[in-house]
């Protein structure tokens, strides 16, 4: 587990059904797992786990099992989680006691978010875009309908977050986390 910073601790780890490698990322003050997937040992007090999106399953129900904590998942996407012990929200809304503020990117791709964490200078995304050699890229075109137009679409959404939201830390789900300069590079791959 790398400590990015005191309050933000993130760990990798290749999931089992796509076999690439992803993020995970604990909160520890917040009492907090973000899409986690292998949950060390040395994690604790986790109250909530928040999905940034519908996908993110990964070791959810587990950590849940472990922690006694509540699973959060976007409203959009409950339909995947029918009959599993969850909580919904709402793009817009503030959840874990108002620190975070989940966002839609594009409503082309409606369950995938961003979760603005002001409290801890960051903002979390799900699949709109990743990261591969500290470079931003999107996800391979097979994962897209239409690749120009929802490409287009999640730079629109991507530029939005960077003008609208206060952040310097990019937490990744797929690919290492840009910490210090997460606003300025995410501000570049919108405008590429």
Not at 19 to 27: A, I, K, N
């Amino acid at each position: 587990m790398e400590e990015l910073t005191p309050e933000i601790r993130h760990w990798s780890a290749v999931h089992p059904d796509i076999g690439w490698v992803v993020s995970s990322y604990w909160l520890p003050g917040l009492g907090v797992l973000l899409d986690p997937l292998e949950v060390p040992d040395e994690v604790e007090g986790v109250e909530q786990i928040v999905l940034s999106n519908r996908h993110h399953r990964r070791s959810a129900f587990e950590a849940r099992e472990r922690f006694g904590a509540v699973v959060r998942v976007p409203r959009v996407g409950l339909h995947e989680f029918e009959g599993d012990p969850v909580e919904p929200y709402d793009f817009g809304e503030p959840i874990v006691g108002g620190a975070i503020t989940a966002h839609q990117v594009t409503d082309l791709w409606p369950d995938d978010g961003a979760l603005h964490i002001p409290s801890l200078d960051a903002l979390a995304i799900a699949d709109t875009v990743v990261g591969e050699d500290e470079r931003l890229q999107f996800m391979p075109d097979y994962c897209f309908g239409d690749v120009s137009a929802e490409r287009q679409s999640i730079r629109e959404g991507l530029a939005r977050l960077a003008r609208e939201l206060d952040f310097e830390h990019l937490l990744l789900a797929h690919g290492a986390p840009l910490p210090d300069s997460g606003r300025a590079r995410l501000r570049e791959f919108a405008a590429a």
